[in-house]
């Protein structure tokens, strides 16, 4: 088993910043791709910002240039730098996380992030 545990959510005004942290522990053997998914209400959960074990990087078009995913591998944790939010960037955040050679996905309780006017 692999738990993920996320911290960092919160409360902010538009134009302000977050930094999201999740770290994994348990039966991590070698990590395929960590990141980011947000899900609004009444919205479909939605790809943020994800890294793979190449350190290649996906980010989505409505987040690029304002977010900034980073990981410690020594730590098996992964960052999102949130800068320059916007209400519609409200959400509750998910991290997620799959292995090598495994088809299991494994997703954290989720963090708010609420953006005020």
């Known amino acids: 088993q692999v738990q993920l545990v996320e911290s960092g959510g919160g409360l902010v005004q538009a134009g302000g910043s977050l930094r999201l942290s999740c770290a994994a522990s348990?039966?991590?053997?070698?990590?395929?791709?960590m990141g980011w998914y947000r899900q609004a209400p009444g919205k479909q959960r939605e790809l943020v910002a994800i890294?793979?074990?190449?350190?290649?990087?996906t980010y989505a078009d409505s987040v690029k240039g304002r977010f900034t995913i980073s990981i410690v591998n020594a730590k098996n944790t992964v960052y999102l730098q949130m800068n320059s939010l916007k209400p519609e960037d409200t959400a509750v955040y998910y991290c997620?996380?799959?292995?090598?050679?495994?088809?299991?996905?494994?997703w954290g309780q989720g963090t708010q992030v609420t953006v005020s006017s």
């Open positions: 890294i793979t074990s190449s350190s290649t990087i």
């Open positions: 348990g039966s991590i053997l070698s990590i395929s791709t």
């Open positions: 997620h996380l799959n292995q090598l050679n495994s088809p299991r996905d494994y």
